[in-house]
Nanobody, 115 residues
Framework: QVQLVESGGGLVQAGGSLRLSCASS????????MGWYRQAPGKQRELVAV???????NYADSVKGRFTISRDNAKNTVALQMNSLKPDDTGVYYC?????????WGQGTQVTVSS
């Protein structure tokens, strides 16, 4: 079973930046898609960004122009660069790998944006 491990979360002031990284025990280009989700307290988990195997990307409207998803095939990592952070971006961020219709999740990393 593939394992995904997130890192890079932390506390940052509004307007700041963070870079999240997801390390995969499997070959990431074997996934149909990899993405980042987040879950704020009391809310459902929501899609933040997704990267398809072809390189196509899709972002939640709330993060367009501020977040960028990318991958490094050589390192088997997927990153989420987050700029101009807002307090509403606070939550636990999860890495997701989709293959054959099955999702694999990391344990999550906390991002807290103070106003």
């Amino acid at each position: 079973q593939v394992q995904l491990v997130e890192s890079g979360g932390g506390l940052v002031q509004a307007g700041g930046s963070l870079r999240l990284s997801c390390a995969s025990s499997g070959i990431i280009f074997s996934f149909d898609a990899m993405g980042w989700y987040r879950q704020a307290p009391g809310k459902q988990r929501e899609l933040v960004a997704v990267l398809g195997s072809s390189g196509s990307t899709n972002y939640a409207d709330s993060v367009k122009g501020r977040f960028t998803i990318s991958r490094d095939n050589a390192k088997n990592t997927v990153a989420l660069q987050m700029n101009s952070l807002k307090p509403d971006d606070t939550g636990v961020y999860y890495c997701d790998g989709l293959r054959y219709g099955i999702h694999s999740w990391g344990q999550g990393t906390q991002v807290t944006v103070s106003s």
